[in-house]
């Protein structure tokens, strides 16, 4: 059972940073993407930043050159790195891995974190 655990949010005003961290624990199969998802208030939740096995990274366009995802697998932790915040990145925030169900599986399953408060006003 894999289980991921989100920390780092809280209240910040425009342009200041936060870190978030996820641990995760459990085995995570191979062809693994590891993401950070946020849903604001009244809207869908959306991608902000993936990386995968290879180090490959993606960004929402909104987040791009703002924030940074990083994984430490000695650590079993995934992080995010958001400067300049902005009042339209508030949200929950949700930490996301994408494995195989098992090693020599062709399937894939998902795994969500409960999630952690961003809140940025003056």
């Known amino acids: 059972q894999v289980q991921l655990v989100e920390s780092g949010g809280g209240l910040v005003q425009p342009g200041g940073s936060l870190n978030l961290s996820c641990v995760t624990s459990?085995?995570?199969?191979?062809?693994?993407?590891r993401a950070w998802y946020r849903q604001a208030p009244g809207r869908k939740r959306e991608e902000v930043a993936a990386?995968?096995?290879?180090?490959?990274?993606r960004y929402l366009d909104a987040v791009k050159d703002r924030f940074t995802i990083c994984r430490v697998d000695r650590l079993n932790t995934i992080y995010l790195q958001m400067n300049d915040l902005k009042p339209e990145d508030t949200g929950i925030y949700y930490c996301y891995v994408l494995d195989r169900s098992s090693p020599t599986s062709y399937t894939y399953r998902t795994h969500w974190g409960q999630g952690t408060q961003v809140t940025v006003a003056s």
């Open positions: 459990g085995s995570i199969n191979g062809d693994s993407t």
């Open positions: 990386i995968n096995d290879g180090g490959d990274t």
